[in-house]
C-alpha cells in the first residue's frame, strides 16, 4: 500500500500557505516534478487553472514497480475529477524543453544534490519572467542535498513553509 507523503494536516497546510502565497491572478499554469500518489497535484489543482503533473512512475531503490504500480493508480484514481491536471508520464529533464511561459515550478522528485540542480537548471528558463519556482523537502535533515543544490544553482532569497517547502520568485532571483 502506497504510504501517504502528505498525510498531515500542518503538511496539507503547508503546501497550500506556499500556494495561497502566489497571488491568485499569478496561478495559471504550473508543472509539478515528482507526483508520487497525487496528494499534492490534488492541492496545486484546486489553485491553478492547468497542473502539468511530471513524473515518470517507475520504480526506484526503496519501491518495487509493483508498488510503483500501485501508486501511479492511486494517483489516477485521485485525480480523475480535476480535468485540469495533465498528466505526464516522462522523466523531468526529457519534457522541459515542451513548456514555456509557466507561472510556477514546483520540484519535488529525486531529491540527491545533482538530480535537483539539473531540475532546476533545466526548468528555470521555462518559467516567465515573474514566475515562480520551489520544491519540497527544503531544511530537512534528511534532505539537505535539496538546500545545498538550491544555494548552489539560485541567487536569492528562499521562502520556507511549514510544511518545509520553498519558493522564490523568478525575479527576485538568478540562476548560477
Not at 500557505?17 to 496561478?27: N, Q
Not at 531503490?61 to 492511486?74: F, K, R, W, Y
Amino acid at each position: 500500500m502506497p504510504v501517504m507523503m502528505r498525510g498531515s494536516v500542518p503538511m496539507v497546510q503547508g503546501l497550500l500557505e506556499l500556494i495561497d502565497f502566489i497571488p491568485e491572478p499569478e496561478r495559471k499554469t504550473m508543472v509539478e516534478i515528482g507526483c508520487y500518489s497525487g496528494e499534492s497535484t490534488m492541492l496545486f489543482a484546486s489553485r491553478f487553472h492547468v497542473v502539468y503533473a511530471v513524473d515518470p512512475w517507475v520504480a526506484w531503490p526503496a519501491i518495487s514497480s509493483d508498488e510503483m504500480n500501485e501508486i501511479e493508480a492511486l494517483f489516477d484514481l485521485r485525480l480523475k475529477g480535476f480535468p485540469s491536471v495533465r498528466k505526464v508520464k516522462r522523466r523531468s529533464l526529457d519534457v522541459a524543453h515542451e513548456f514555456f511561459d509557466l507561472d510556477f515550478v514546483y520540484f519535488d522528485a529525486n531529491h540527491d544534490f545533482a538530480f535537483v540542480c539539473d531540475d532546476i537548471r533545466a526548468w528555470f528558463p521555462r518559467i516567465g519572467p515573474y514566475g515562480w519556482i520551489g520544491g519540497h523537502d527544503y531544511v530537512v535533515a534528511d534532505y539537505s542535498e535539496v538546500v545545498q543544490a538550491v544555494a548552489a544553482t539560485l541567487k536569492g532569497e528562499v521562502k520556507v513553509f511549514s510544511d518545509n517547502s520553498w519558493l522564490i520568485r523568478k525575479s527576485d532571483c538568478q540562476l548560477l
